[in-house]
T-cell receptor
């Protein structure tokens, strides 16, 4: 059973370009969470999605950032018109349906996408 | 003031020593507490999970939660060089998993 798969592992974008980060949850998982990790900082919650629904986007910047988790395919975190301050590691995590994190004692993280804006 | 405070270290210990890590927090509504281990360039990996106050032991790892003091700890006994990593505390108010993380403590275990 493959874990949470994120791609690409590394992404370089010039200022003003768009960045698309993909996350395929573990098999059977329908809840996806995105976190951002800035250098020397802990992970910061961005958004929580279920299939075709955004449940909690309280951590998402108001502009340029969007996320989706379609019925078919991976979850996508999209950053438009990237700036240098968007350079960070972006982690996705997944958990099974209807049980939240507790039944599995926390959720499973992917290895992250490291975005560098030049 | 950050909601979760964690000393970033680095914390250097000799092999075989006990590693002691801790976090303090300000939100009394936190009920679920976790410790994650993160190796360089990898995603966080869950080590320990505790609900409310109390102690939990799993092999060489012991997690403690003191809600009255808003203080959580992780102890690693008989530390090994392979324990060298960043340790992140995390907590949440509910089961749906919007975790609040500490900044992480870098631990180095020297042979």
């Amino acid at each position: 059973n493959a874990g949470v798969m994120q791609n690409p592992r590394h992404l370089v974008r010039r200022r003003g370009q768009e960045a698309r980060l993909r996350c395929s949850p573990m098999k059977g998982h329908s809840h996806v969470y995105w976190y951002r990790q800035l250098p020397e900082e802990g992970l910061k919650f961005m958004v929580y999605l279920q299939k075709e629904n955004i449940i909690d986007e309280s951590g998402m910047p108001k502009e340029r950032f969007s996320a989706e988790f379609p019925k078919e395919g991976p979850s996508i975190l999209r950053i438009q018109q990237v700036v240098r301050g968007d350079s960070a590691a972006y982690f996705c995590a997944s958990s099974p349906p209807s049980t939240g994190i507790l039944a599995n004692y926390g959720y499973t993280f992917g290895s992250g996408t490291r975005l560098t804006v030049v | 003031q950050k909601e979760v405070e964690q000393d970033p270290g680095p914390l250097s210990v000799p092999e075989g020593a006990i590693v002691s890590l801790n976090c303090t927090y300000s939100n009394s509504a936190f009920q679920y507490f976790m410790w994650y281990r993160q190796y360089s360039r990898k995603g966080p990996e869950l080590l320990m999970y505790t609900y409310s106050s109390g102690n939990k032991e799993d092999g060489r790892f012991t997690a403690q939660v003191d809600k009255s003091s808003k203080y959580i700890s992780l102890f690693i006994r008989d530390s090994q060089p392979s324990d060298s990593a960043t340790y992140l505390c995390a907590m949440t108010t509910d089961s749906w998993g919007k975790l609040q993380f500490g900044a992480g403590t870098q631990v180095v275990v020297t042979p």
